[in-house]
């Protein structure tokens, strides 16, 4: 049912409303430790959605295709649309707490992977699939850099390099 312009789409979607969220919380915060880990996240979400953008596929559509694949992405859209899941805006510009921060990161990566999943179980395209499920997995080495800022605390040294 969805194709992958459907799903480069409004992944690239998500993405952009993840970062715009750091960005903003990124700006708002005045602990410096967390401002590094909201503009790390930030990043991230670019890198995700500049990676989304290459997405393409080598198979042409038929007719029929063409018009599932346009109901498809008016669905997505209508669906995500500036959907950022469980990143509050004012939740993350009000946090003060380094775990909290790492908290509402990992539960934002979360409701990303799942979101993702979805997808997958609606997706035929077998390229389409792979290529999803490579984001899925960046997603979880997210949650794992998130997990492994939590145990070095406040003073990690290098958050990109985690």
Same mark, same amino acid.
Request: glycine share 4%; with cysteine; hydrophobic share 40%.
């Given at each position: ?109 979360? &409701? +990303? #992977?799942?979101?993702? *999943? ?7 395209? =077998?390229? $389409? %699939?792979?290529?999803? &499920? +490579? #984001?899925?997995?960046? *997603? ?7 997990? =492994?800022? $939590? %145990?070095?605390?406040? &003073? ?7």
């Amino acid at each position: 049912m969805f194709t992958i312009a459907d799903i480069r789409e409004i992944a690239i979607q998500i993405e952009k409303n993840g970062e715009e969220a750091y960005r903003q919380a990124a700006e708002a915060v005045s602990d410096p430790a967390i401002c590094e880990i909201f503009t790390w996240m930030a990043d991230e979400e670019k890198r995700h959605g500049q990676w989304f953008a290459t997405l393409t596929s080598t198979d042409p559509l038929t007719e029929e295709q063409m018009e599932l694949e346009k109901m498809g992405r008016q669905l997505l859209q209508e669906m995500v649309g500036d959907q950022t899941f469980s990143l509050d805006q004012k939740l993350l510009a009000d946090t003060t707490e380094f775990c909290e921060a790492l908290g509402q990161s990992k539960t934002f990566e979360q &409701d +990303t #992977i799942m979101f993702y *999943e979805f997808l997958l179980n609606l997706i035929n395209d =077998e390229q $389409a %699939r792979a290529q999803l &499920d +490579t #984001i899925i997995k960046e *997603e979880r080495k997210h949650i794992k850099q998130l997990e =492994e800022m $939590a %145990r070095c605390g406040p &003073d990690c040294s290098n958050l990109a390099l985690i």
